[in-house]
Every structure is written in structure tokens, then in C-alpha cells.
């Protein structure tokens, strides 16, 4: 992920230039946000066929995978909390009406946890053995890291497969946890992926990598780009005909008063929707470097240099 790479950039181990795909707005918003509000619901469906009416619902992280994920359960009927550590999120969940509490607080009464914060170890062994009979446990973070899988396979604690990407773990006494894709990420392992959000993400890959392939030596260093806004509206602006949607245009004297160019970029580059994220916190944002883009695609360069 992005944070990987910058910690990687600023030990000096980067051996190549690195395009930050995963901190794009076309990413973040999307792919994160919009696909996992609908992939939370498919794989816990797909994977334990339960109700969510009424269920105890905790989401470790309010990113743009936890906002996805606490608006799609809190529409079904389901009381959501939310872990947060940082404060601005922590407050965009009490505004959006969300409990915010410590993991330690809910553990023992709550029918699902969700971790979806990129972190390591957000679920231990300790709340694992706290957790209620039959609480269903799954990631959507990052990888397998946020749920300490390895802790549960010890001699005294029993698997049992259900089915596919569903284990039971048995304790002594006889409680069990059903603990999804072996707390690798749902939304790949039991859910699918629509191909419209894939399109997004795919696009915003594919242009950047046309970017590297075309750029001349020397332009990039060793060190992590992050794309500029102009061409995350030049994707967003490409899947916009899927709505028939039309987009309203400045005038001059709008755009002037603005101080923009009527073609954009509208933002600024530094720009990430909810701020920079927070494994990013060694760069300040004056420091991130933006990509000069060069295009194979006449259109796409022509699009992506317009100037009035």
C-alpha cells in the first residue's frame, strides 16, 4: 500500500519510482468507499446467509473502507460501532451517528467485528477470547495482518470448516467464533468485485503506468509520486456517460473569480477528499511530488494539457 511504499522512500530502500494509485481520489472514493459498501453486505451474506436487522456491529477504522461499510450496515437495520484513532475520522463518525467506543468496551457484546483500519494486530488474541458465542469475525482492512489469526491455532483451540471461507473456532468450553476467509479481506475472498469499480481503478493504473513507461530518464527518482488531480477528473469524467450525466461548465468570469482554469484541475493536488492519509504523516503536503504527465493517447493529452 501507499504508507509501505513512503516508509520504503524514506529508508532509502525504494529501488524504483513508485506511482501512488492507492491514495488517488478515483481509488479512495470508489473502489474503497462505494465497492465496500455493497461488498460488506455480499460477503457476509454470500459466506453465513445472516439478517442484519438488529445485529451488534462493531468496524474497527472509519476510513473510506469503514464509511463504506458502517452506511451499508446501519441501512439494513444494524447498530454500528466505531474504533477510530484519529480524531478528524473520529468525529465524521459521531456526526454521521455512530457510537464511537474502544474495542475493549463492545468486545463482549457485540454479534460481528469488522476491521477495515490497515493497521497490524487490531484484533488480538485477548478480544478474540472475549468475544461472544458465535460472533462472526472478518477483515477488510489490509491484507491478513489486522486479525491475529496465527493466535487461534493453538493446541487447545479446535477448527472446524464449515465451508468454503467459513471456519468455526472452538474453545474449550464449547464457544465458537466463525471466523470468515481466515481473516484474509472478504470483499476478494467472498464477495466479487463490480466491473465498473474495477474500470475506475484499472484507468487510474493504466495511466499511470503509461505515464512511467513514457516518461524520459531522469524524470522520476527512486521516490513515490502521487497523480495529479486533473487526471483523477480525467478518469472520473471518462465514467460519467455510464449515467448519462452532464456536467455543468464555469463561465469565464466564474472560473476567473475562482482562480481556475474552466477545464480544471478543480482541486488542488494535495487534495485526498478527507485529507492526506495517515501513514503519510513523515511528508508534509508541500512536499508530495506530482506527476508531469506525458500520454501516449493524443486524446488523452490533449484532455489532460487543455488550457482556455
Not at 21 to 39: G, H, I, M, P, W
Not at 75 to 83: F, N
Not at 107 to 113: A, H, P, T
Not at 244 to 260: C, F, R, S
Request: hydrophobic share 35%.
Amino acid at each position: 500500500l501507499g504508507g509501505q511504499l513512503y516508509q520504503l522512500s524514506k529508508a532509502g530502500k525504494l529501488c524504483v519510482p513508485a506511482m501512488n494509485v492507492n491514495d488517488s481520489v478515483t481509488k479512495q472514493k470508489f473502489d474503497n468507499l462505494y465497492c465496500c459498501r455493497e461488498s460488506i453486505l455480499d460477503g457476509l451474506k454470500r459466506t453465513t446467509d445472516m439478517m442484519f436487522g438488529g445485529k451488534q456491529v462493531v468496524v474497527c477504522g472509519y476510513g473510506e473502507v469503514g464509511k463504506g461499510c458502517c452506511a451499508a450496515l446501519k441501512a439494513m437495520g444494524s447498530i454500528v460501532y466505531v474504533t477510530e484513532i484519529d480524531p478528524i475520522c473520529a468525529l465524521q463518525a459521531c456526526m454521521d451517528g455512530f457510537r464511537l467506543v474502544k474495542l475493549n468496551e463492545v468486545i463482549r457484546q457485540v454479534d460481528i467485528v469488522i476491521t477495515c483500519t490497515g493497521n497490524k494486530n487490531v484484533v488480538t488474541r485477548e478480544h478474540l477470547d472475549r468475544m461472544k458465542n458465535s460472533c462472526i469475525v472478518c477483515n477488510m482492512g489490509h491484507s491478513n495482518t489486522e486479525i491475529d489469526v496465527a493466535s487461534l491455532r493453538t493446541p487447545e483451540l479446535t477448527w472446524e470448516r464449515v465451508r468454503s471461507q467459513v471456519d468455526h473456532v472452538i474453545w474449550p468450553d464449547g464457544k465458537r467464533i466463525v471466523l470468515l476467509a481466515e481473516g484474509r479481506l472478504l470483499n476478494l475472498s467472498c464477495s466479487t468485485v463490480p466491473t465498473f469499480v474495477l474500470s475506475i481503478t484499472a484507468t487510474t493504473q493504466a495511466l499511470a503506468l503509461i505515464e512511467l513507461y513514457n516518461a524520459p530518464e531522469g524524470r522520476y527518482k527512486q521516490d513515490v509520486y502521487l497523480l495529479p488531480k486533473k487526471m483523477d477528473e480525467y478518469v472520473a469524467s471518462l465514467h460519467l456517460p455510464t449515467f448519462d450525466a452532464h456536467l455543468t461548465e464555469l463561465t469565464d468570469e466564474q472560473a476567473k473569480y475562482l482562480g481556475l482554469n474552466k477545464n480544471g484541475p478543480f482541486k488542488p493536488n494535495y487534495y485526498r477528499c478527507l485529507g492526506l492519509p495517515r501513514n503519510q504523516g513523515h511528508l508534509g503536503s508541500d512536499e508530495l511530488p506530482a506527476l508531469e504527465l506525458v500520454f501516449a493517447s493524443p486524446t488523452t493529452y490533449a484532455y489532460m494539457n487543455s488550457e482556455k
